[in-house]
């Protein structure tokens, strides 16, 4: 399973956990089951993915989906193709 990642996620657009417009926690101990640090079949994410999870945890910050550029972010991740 590969989802989409987050592209150019700089930090502007991390936030604070437990922030005003987002009051949720990390469960840090779910998270870090699913990061193996590997890009087999077994992870649920890949490997830039689990790099992101595992930064954001560290950092305890989160993004903010509509902080993304959805064409920019469909286009990133290859699901969109630019025919221009």
């Known amino acids: ?8 996620v700089t ?4 936030k604070k956990a437990g922030s005003l ?9 779910h998270w870090k089951m699913h990061l193996q640090g590997d890009d087999s079949e077994d992870s649920l994410f ?3 993915q689990q790099r992101l999870i ?3 945890l560290t950092a305890d910050e ?4 509509e902080s993304n550029d959805l064409a ?10 630019d025919e221009a």
């Open 11 to 14: 930090k502007e657009k991390r």
């Open 21 to 29: 417009n987002h009051n949720s926690k990390w469960d840090k101990a």
């Open 62 to 65: 989160w993004i903010e989906e």
């Open 46 to 48: 890949t490997l830039p």
């Open 1 to 8: 399973m590969t989802g989409i990642t987050p592209v150019a």
């Open 72 to 81: 920019e972010l469909l286009l990133a991740n290859n699901v969109l193709v």
């Open 54 to 56: 595992s930064s954001l």
